[in-house]
């Protein structure tokens, strides 16, 4: 039976080839004859290289036409601007086991076949009347010059086990094809080749295109108003098993760009370094109106490397999905996804978008804007997204401005199914940052090691007035998991919106490390800011059920502004240390808002200001750290377990008064508790019952140690914000003066009068120690009190002196005069200064000797000597001169005796100068004057001596003399 099918397509072939008209051609002449042959089939061989030097339009209406090659070796040479064209009148074109170098264009033939062809240059065509392309086991090469489109095909096309490859000379596309409708495209085991310098590939209007197990690399979109290494236009479109590496768009979509697709699958895609400059680096995807459902779905992909370039603007590095496009993402594997300078956000949602992922798991995303680095929706107008079965790690944002990993915006629903993210940090950074109207529900979510470097909410709620009071933005939490948060900023932060936590579980909050059974640890640490669990404000609705908080660190707990609500019920809070207690109330600081809390426990709680059982309350409140008279109006405590209470005061509550206590429903057996419940201090007061009134004179200090009662407040565990700090003032300060230092703290567990000095004229005052700061406490009314001092008369005398030595307001002191180091020789008549007249000591210590006046006789008849001397001097040197030759001058030669002459004129220069008074010149000419004098005459008289020894003692050698 096989035999009988192959002989069958044997006879058919020899039928083919007998009917079919074949010339051998070997130059243009011969290739221009064969086409003016009539016959219905013609095959054309080409033999040797042909050099076609016009262009051919091939109008006969041949049933087939065959260029046939010998081998590929075999060659057609066109003019780059010349083109063989194959006309509507032929019905099969059929190219193969050539090269071609030139153009060629197909207009709508039948049947195009080429196959086992090199070709350099275009193919052109225009098809529209169900035509078919087959286009196989060939290679392409762009042409030398540029074209808007390399390959412009159409019809039901096939390209099968090719190497296309592009490069600038494609201006606009590699691949350029227009299915009007009705055509098909099969891209199957192809590789197609930008060289990063065109895109490939532009589907338009096509009902089927299909590519599978090709690779396709290396693809350049420069026009920023283009987009998508592959353009994909309302056409059904099918990509499987293949390979997509290094694809750089401009524009919108780094690898594709998807514009209302009747249907996309790609499925089982391998993706490498994509990135979009615009938005979408794997895929922007826009679909204009919501008419009809356009199915776009994504599955089994894997993404390693996107962006990490100079000038990306925005995000989506995954997908950019606008208008009313519906896209699903199926088991996704991904890392490296870097924006260092602009948005790094994998999915980008705006307008009526949704996307639903699954399976989901990617590493290592990087990006730099204030947006989010998951998920950022912008624009939105009702999108929607779910996602089920994720896994993010290692997510980075650089910018300090306001960033998060989901970004929701107005008009958005995100519903969350089992997800994980596992290390993300950034400066000023959110887990979640959700606007008004929008809705997120999120079952099985857990987050570790989260960072944040400056005070942001973790999770924000960030809604607009709403003048209509109308809870528009919801977020639920189910069995919600927290560890490592290691943020200055508060867990939970909003106004107009509701959150809502069950079944969860907190941890590891701030800094675990400091969870200590030693408390000092706790006080001691630096990395506490101002965490707390919630902030709400503006008819903001929390509820926290079957939850357990255990480990954190922080400011306080809870607090809310008025018509907020806080409910937290079957509850367990362990292990943790809140400064102002888990729950603050301040009306002054507008912190009112009413809590319910019912069936929960606390244990282990540490603080400074309000803890909850066991708990070593350092000094007020352990449950409660409330500083609001309004305090029972907005506090209830129902059926609550507190055991084992330990505290100096407050370990339960602090409150602002007796009246302000929070409501307990076991009240009567919480206040057996010894220190359990304290109150704010209401007024000052001195240790001892003595009436402070003292005597001094002017600039003398007042006592020390005058003390009042404790505060309650343990500075070794006080941080600088928990300081009282205090101030003194005199009550008239135009007679009187506080010198030093006048501002104060408390320490340890009393205030202190600072031991300032009091400057003034004679009379009685009141020096008042005022509280100006005061710590963690309330202000309360009677925060002063006063001193009486009375500043007794001066007389100035040998021991005391009255005078204005310090005093800005001209007021004078009363002091004994003290000189330091102490006068020598004379009188010390005022603060270090010394009276001399009585020594013949001079200085301000009297330990100078005074300068010598000089003598002017003396120096004028030294001047004269001198004048006189220097003159007979140079009458000498004349002399000696005139007279060189004569015997005795001669002998004691002549040049040495002028030397010394000159030397003696020039040291005479030296004493004249010792007659005037000293300045700086004279003292330089006089250091020169003496050195030059002494060198010229004794040196003079060493070289002469030395001359004489040479003579007495080596006569020998021969005499040297100067002459």
Not at 331 to 345: A, T
Not at 548 to 561: A, P, R, T, V
Not at 735 to 743: D, P, T, V
Not at 883 to 900: Q, T
Request: hydrophobic share 35%.
């Amino acid at each position: 039976m096989n035999l009988f099918i192959f002989l069958l397509l044997v006879f058919q072939l020899l039928l083919n080839v007998y009917a079919s008209k074949s010339l051998d051609v070997y130059n243009e002449k011969d290739f221009n004859k064969a086409l003016s042959e009539k016959d219905e089939e013609l095959l054309i061989n080409v033999k040797t290289p042909i050099n076609i030097s016009k262009t051919y339009n091939i109008t006969y209406p041949y049933k087939k036409l065959t260029i046939n090659g010998d081998s590929i070796g075999s060659l057609i040479y066109l003019d780059l601007y010349h083109q063989i064209i194959f006309s509507d009148t032929i019905e099969d074109v059929e190219v193969r086991n050539i090269s071609i170098t030139g153009n060629l264009f197909f207009n709508n033939n039948k049947k195009i076949k080429i196959q086992f062809v090199e070709y350099i240059g275009t193919i052109d065509s225009y098809l529209n009347n169900n035509n078919e392309f087959k286009f196989t086991e060939s290679m392409y090469l762009p042409p030398h010059v540029p074209f808007p489109y390399c390959l412009n095909l159409g019809g039901n096309l096939e390209l099968a086990y090719l190497e296309v490859y592009g490069n600038s000379n494609c201006e606009k596309r590699l691949l350029n094809y227009n299915g009007y409708n009705k055509h098909t495209v099969s891209i199957s085991n192809t590789f197609f080749n930008g060289d990063d310098a065109c895109a490939l590939f532009s589907f338009v209007d096509s009902i089927y295109i299909d590519i599978n197990q090709s690779t396709i690399v290396r693809s350049f979109v420069k026009d920023k108003n283009d987009g998508g290494g592959i353009k994909i236009i309302n056409s059904k479109f099918i990509i499987r098993y293949s390979s997509l590496y290094d694809s750089v768009s401009v524009g919108p979509g780094g690898l594709f760009y998807i514009n209302d697709p009747i249907y996309f699958l790609a499925d089982h895609i391998d993706i490498h370094n994509i990135t979009s400059y615009d938005l979408g680096s794997l895929a922007y995807i826009t679909v204009s109106d919501n008419s009809m459902e356009k199915k776009i779905r994504f599955q089994y992909i894997t993404q390693d490397g996107c962006g990490n370039l100079e000038g990306m603007n925005k995000g989506g590095l995954i997908f950019a999905i606008e208008k009313y496009a519906s896209v699903e993402l199926d088991n996704y594997l991904g890392q490296n996804l870097i924006n260092n300078k602009g948005s790094g956000s994998a999915f980008y949602l705006s307008d009526y978008s949704s996307l639903n992922i699954n399976e989901f798991k990617i590493n290592n995303v990087i990006g730099s804007d204030s947006d989010g680095l998951f998920l950022y929706t912008i624009n939105s107008r009702n999108v929607q997204f779910t996602a089920t079965n994720i896994e993010l790690s290692n997510f980075k944002q650089n910018n300090i401005k306001p960033t998060s990993i989901f970004w929701v915006d107005e008009h958005v629903k995100v519903v969350i199914q089992n997800m994980k993210i596992i290390n993300s940090m950034g400066y000023h950074h959110h887990l979640i940052y959700q606007n008004e109207r929008s809705n997120v529900d999120i079952k099985d979510f857990e987050v570790h090691n989260f960072y944040s470097d400056s005070e942001a909410e973790l999770i924000s709620v960030n809604t607009a007035v709403n003048s209509n009071v109308e809870i528009t933005a919801i977020l639920s939490f189910e069995r919600l998991i927290l560890d490592n948060i290691q943020s200055p900023g508060v867990l939970i932060k909003g106004k107009y919106g509701s959150v809502t936590i069950t079944d969860s579980h907190i941890y590891n909050i701030s800094d675990p490390d400091y969870i200590t059974e030693d408390e000092s640890h706790l006080r001691g640490s630096t990395s506490i800011s101002n965490p707390k669990i919630a902030d709400i404000s503006n008819f903001f609705i929390l509820i926290i059920r079957d939850a357990l908080l255990e480990n954190m660190i922080g400011d306080s707990g809870f607090s809310s502004s008025e018509d907020s609500l806080i409910n937290i019920y079957d509850s367990n809070f362990f292990n943790s240390y809140f400064k102002d207690g888990i729950i603050e109330i301040d009306h002054r600081n507008e912190k009112y808002g009413s809590y319910s809390i019912q069936n929960s426990k606390f244990e282990n709680i540490t603080s400074e200001y309000g803890a909850i059982i066991n708990i070593k309350t350092t000094n007020f409140g352990g449950i409660v750290y409330s500083i609001s008279p309004y305090t029972s109006y907005h506090l209830l405590f129902n059926n609550c377990t507190f055991t084992n209470v330990t505290a100096s005061k407050g370990s339960i509550a602090f409150s602002y008064n007796i009246n302000s206590e929070p409501r307990f429903s076991n009240i009567d057996e919480l206040k057996k508790i010894n220190g359990s419940f304290a109150t704010n201090p209401t007024k000052l007061k001195f240790f001892d019952d003595k009436i402070h009134e003292y005597s001094i004179i002017s600039s003398e200090k007042i006592p020390e140690e005058i003390s009042l009662i404790t505060l309650n407040t343990d500075i070794s565990s006080t941080k600088f914000d928990d300081f009282v700090f205090l101030n003194l003032y005199v009550n008239d300060t135009y007679n009187a003066e506080l010198l030093g230092q006048s501002n104060s703290y408390c320490w340890d567990d009393s205030c202190v009068f600072p031991p300032v000095k009091v400057i003034g004229n004679p009379g009685t005052y009141k020096i008042r120690l005022m509280i100006n700061s005061f710590g963690h406490f309330a202000r309360f009314d009677n925060n002063y009190i006063d001193i009486q001092v009375e500043i007794k008369e001066c007389y100035d005398n040998d021991t005391y002196k009255y005078q204005n030595i310090e005093s800005n307001n001209g007021l004078k002191s009363c002091y004994k005069p003290k000189c330091e180091p102490a006068c020598k020789a004379g009188k010390c008549v005022a603060n270090n200064v010394c009276d001399c007249s009585n020594s013949f000591f001079v200085g301000s210590r009297c330990d100078q000797y005074d300068k010598m006046k000089r003598v002017k006789l003396i120096d004028e008849s030294l001047r004269k000597i001198i004048m006189a001397l220097s003159c007979l001097v140079v009458v000498t040197i004349v002399l000696t001169i005139i007279y060189r030759n004569a015997p005795i001058i001669k002998g004691g030669s002549v040049d040495f005796l002028i030397l010394i002459l000159f030397g003696i004129l020039i040291y005479y220069g030296y004493v004249l100068l010792l007659t005037f008074e000293r300045n700086k010149m004279r003292c330089y000419w006089i250091y020169l004057f003496n050195n030059i004098g002494f060198s010229l005459v004794f040196g003079s008289i060493f070289v002469k001596t030395y001359r004489i020894y040479k003579i007495f003692f080596e006569t020998t050698k021969a005499n040297l003399g100067i002459k």
